[in-house]
């Protein structure tokens, strides 16, 4: 009988030719390699734990490590209490209930992922702090006495990343809570219980896997941002490998404190698994139509419309006005120094977009072609650097980068005679291969999601009338494919304009991008300067924000 790969969704046969002779695939050697350039810098970061510095541990210990990991650990508590409560809440309020505005704020409760938290958090100072105007007029009308509570603390920090990362945990719950079948919760309600205890005890539960997923991936943020923490003057890992590394020039310390944040990602992970491994609430299929929406009125529909205008007000209306009000004056000015930020961010991102997208590809046809476990070890490795905070990224590029530049100049004297000094560590390929490790799994995610809606059956046809693997993938992968690369491209495009810690600390003499502009105009509380290449970081976040909305539109009831 013939070969039943079609039958279980694989690409068949002659494929199997260089197997068959004992050899691995080019395409398995390929995605192979991949993977081991991506675990570059993870094993370079791990290794120093091999031989750890005793003499720096000590030294962390003694002057600030017990407050950098309890810092962290009470911020990744109460990002993802924070998160937790408003997603949740506002995705029951719009799928559960019909009040005024619903239809407005079902969409544009997913704004303020276009919103970087270091933008957010200096719109929040320029307007809040105690020189800001909205202090100054309520010590004007109310006396020098009146004084709003510090905005530069723990919670003033909890609360930035709570109002931009709450999306996060919004649209998995939403899309949990519209999949389940009304006649689940009708079942609750005609045995008594009340919509609110049928949402506690019956839907929530059964949530439960997207709601871990949402906290999970919000929490992840919080560990990995710079620039809120900085900027809030609030001392976290993250923001201590960046002050270890430029500020006192210790990149073994660095490398140290680097490992240390690199376990904290691997206890998100296994602990974000673990949680959603032992969910037992779930629903084996949908009956009926989804959750018929309980009309409000009166004071409670008013009560729903108000809780999402201020948190959509607080989280995005407000502090893009105010980059709006700032970017005016920075105009009429004459402020506006921001062109070549915004040529060598593009340029920058345009190219880790591309790059990371084919490095993608190939992953993902090396998985579709050969679906063995090595093959998708790798691609699961090859793309968990999203996991991963930027700073650890950047640790781990420097000292393989500079093996190899040592290596490369060395080679080049020995056989031509040239001198070239370093080559690769003074450029922007160190920034470069930062960026395709931390995005390759944004790509590959979209991407291999593509590729697996397209029949194995093509393939059989493309195989028949003699186009080869490559030929397959160039004429008829690739075209159909096309909404998933252009989405691709845009998610890196964008994610990469956003990339603040591995920029800073990678970035050549004399380089720099719209985050890095924001961020050397910030820690000056120049609010208005930083306004401009802010609002062009925040358009370029609606994108794909928009895309997430048109995805997840679905009939309202």
């Known amino acids: ?81 924070g998160t ?11 799928v559960g209930y019909r009040f005024p505005g619903r239809a407005v704020f079902e969409w544009a409760l997913m704004l303020p992922l276009a919103v970087p938290a270091y933008v957010i958090g200096f719109a929040f100072l320029g307007l809040f702090d105690y020189a800001g105007p909205v202090q100054t007029a309520l010590r004007h009308w109310l006396g020098g006495h009146v004084r709003l509570p510090e905005l530069r603390s723990y919670g003033g920090v909890v609360l930035m990343m709570t109002l931009v990362f709450y999306p996060y945990v919004y ?12 006649a689940t919760l009708e079942t609750a309600r005609s045995l008594g219980r009340t919509r609110l205890r049928a949402f506690l005890e019956v839907a929530l539960p059964m949530a439960r896997p997207s709601l871990v997923a949402g906290v999970s991936l919000a929490m992840m943020e919080a560990l990995a941002d710079f ?44 602990l974000e698994r673990a949680l959603r491994g032992r969910a037992r609430f779930v629903q084996s299929h949908r009956r009926g139509p989804g959750v018929t929406p309980a009309a409000l009125s009166g004071w409670r529909a008013l009560g729903a419309t108000a809780v999402c205008g201020v948190v959509l007000g607080l989280a995005f209306v407000l502090p893009v006005g105010q980059l709006l009000v700032w970017a005016r004056g920075s105009l009429d000015t004459g402020r506006l120094e921001f062109p070549s930020l915004l040529a060598t ?50 640790v781990g590029v ?19 005679g040239w001198t070239v000094g370093l080559v690769l560590t003074g450029s922007a390929a ?22 697996g809606k397209i029949p194995p059956s093509l393939d059989d046809a493309a195989r028949s009338l003699g186009v080869g693997v490559g030929g397959t993938l ?84």
Not at 249 to 268: E, H, I, P, V, Y
Not at 349 to 360: D, M, N
């Open 1 to 81: 009988m013939p070969a039943p790969d079609a039958a279980v969704g694989r690409v068949p046969a002659a494929r199997l030719t260089t197997a068959e002779r004992g050899l691995p695939s080019p395409w398995t050697l390929l995605a192979t390699l991949i993977a081991a350039i991506v675990a570059v810098p993870i094993v370079a970061v791990l290794s120093s734990l091999a031989t750890p510095r005793l003499e720096v541990w000590a030294h962390l210990w003694r002057t600030q490590l017990g407050e950098l990991i309890g810092n962290t650990l009470l911020l990744l508590v109460g990002v993802g209490a």
């Open 227 to 270: 620039g809120t923490v900085a900027t809030f003057g609030y001392r976290t890992l993250t923001e201590a490998i960046y002050r270890v590394w430029l500020g006192m020039f210790d990149r073994t310390a660095a490398t140290q404190l680097a490992s240390l944040l690199l376990l904290f990602a691997f206890l998100l992970l296994g």
């Open 345 to 394: 961010t593009l340029f920058l991102a345009g190219i880790a977009a591309v790059t990371t997208c084919a490095l993608a590809i190939a992953l993902g046809y090396a998985a579709r072609l050969h679906p063995s476990p090595g093959v998708r070890a790798a691609t699961q490795f090859a793309s968990m650097g999203y996991a991963l905070p930027g700073s650890v990224i950047a």
């Open 398 to 416: 420097l000292t393989p980068v500079a093996v190899v530049d040592h290596a490369l100049g060395w080679g080049l004297e020995w056989a031509l």
């Open 474 to 557: 160039r004429r008829i992968h690739l075209p159909l494919m096309r909404g998933g690369l252009l989405t691709a491209l845009i998610l890196v495009f964008v994610e990469t304009m956003k990339e603040m810690p591995a920029t800073l600390l990678l970035r050549p003499l004399g380089l720099n991008t719209l985050a890095v502009g924001v961020w050397e105009r910030t820690s000056e509380s120049l609010w208005a300067e930083a306004a401009v290449p802010a609002l062009a970081i925040v358009a370029a976040g609606l994108l794909p924000v928009f895309l997430a909305i048109r995805l997840s539109a679905t009939p309202r009831a």
């Open 84 to 94: 937790m409560i408003v997603g949740t809440g506002l995705a029951w309020l719009v």
């Open 171 to 182: 649209l998995l719950a939403r899309a949990a809570f519209r999949e389940q079948g009304a």
């Open 430 to 451: 160190a920034l470069l291969f930062a960026y395709v490790v931390r995005f390759l799994a944004v790509s590959f995610q979209t991407l291999d999601a593509s590729l």
